[in-house]
Nanobody, 116 residues
Framework: QVQLVESGGGLVQSGESLRLSCAASRGIFSINVMGWYRQAPGKQRELVATITGGGRTNYADSVKGRFTISRDNAKNTVYLQMNTLKPEDTAVYYC??????????WGQGTQVTVSS
């Protein structure tokens, strides 16, 4: 079992930055892929970014060049640095962890609101 707790969301203006954190309840060295997803009102949850244990990253086209995902195995934490935020980035952001045995876990979500 892995518990994930997100933090760092908030209300910002267009063009500003936020950094989201996702703290895992146990060592993330045993987790294959960690990622961030988001869900805006009335829309399906979508992938934002993922990072493997080896550090390979993947981003949605809509955030490439603006968002950066990173992981600190020593702190059992994954980060999402979000720069040049846009109103369309407004959503609840969820942390996700997939183990090597294909089990998946989700955090409770953190709200990000970008005003124009």
């Amino acid at each position: 079992q892995v518990q994930l707790v997100e933090s760092g969301g908030g209300l910002v203006q267009s063009g500003e930055s936020l950094r989201l954190s996702c703290a895992a309840s146990r060592g993330i060295f045993s987790i294959n892929v960690m990622g961030w997803y988001r869900q805006a009102p009335g829309k399906q949850r979508e992938l934002v970014a993922t990072i493997t244990g080896g550090g390979r990253t993947n981003y949605a086209d809509s955030v490439k060049g603006r968002f950066t995902i990173s992981r600190d195995n020593a702190k059992n934490t994954v980060y999402l640095q979000m720069n040049t935020l846009k109103p369309e980035d407004t959503a609840v952001y969820y942390c996700n962890a997939k183990t090597y045995s294909s089990l998946a876990y989700w955090g409770q979500g953190t709200q990000v609101t970008v005003s124009s």
